[in-house]
């Protein structure tokens, strides 16, 4: 079974231009804005411009080009908000997937959450 992307996904309709977001930046092949419900004093989220669902559909389908430019916008936006380990004092990446997962908006995005320490990785399962 291949991916089905819905396109009426609020990333996508960010993307399109029909949601406002706050644009921490943008290149060729990625957006980078703000979360709108922070959990952290960085809270960044980094979203390819083409339609994929999960990082798992991006490694597979993306053009080279893409994951180049989505990488480096990530490391971009680290750099912007102040917490690489040569400018700041780290950060966490999160990439929510799938039910499992429990990724609420079915567009490929990395949270970007730093500014504070993050405590431990996983709370304890329910
Ligand atoms: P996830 O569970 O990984 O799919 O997280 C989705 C995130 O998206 C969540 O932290 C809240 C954020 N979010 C949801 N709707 C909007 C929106 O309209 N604008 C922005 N900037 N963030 C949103």
Known sequence: MGYAYDDQNIFARILRGEIPNTTVLETEHS??????YPQAPTHVLVIPKGAYISFDHFAAE???TEIVDFVRAVGEVCRREGVT??????FRM?????GHG??????LHV???GG???GRMLAKAD
């Open 94 to 98: 999160i990439s929510n997937a799938g």
């Open 85 to 90: 380990l040569t400018a700041g004092e780290g």
């Open 31 to 36: 957006l980078a804005f703000r979360d709108l």
């Open 116 to 118: 504070r320490p993050l």
């Open 111 to 113: 949270h970007i959450l």
């Open 62 to 64: 993306a053009p080279d």
């Open 102 to 107: 429990v990724q609420e908006v079915p567009h």
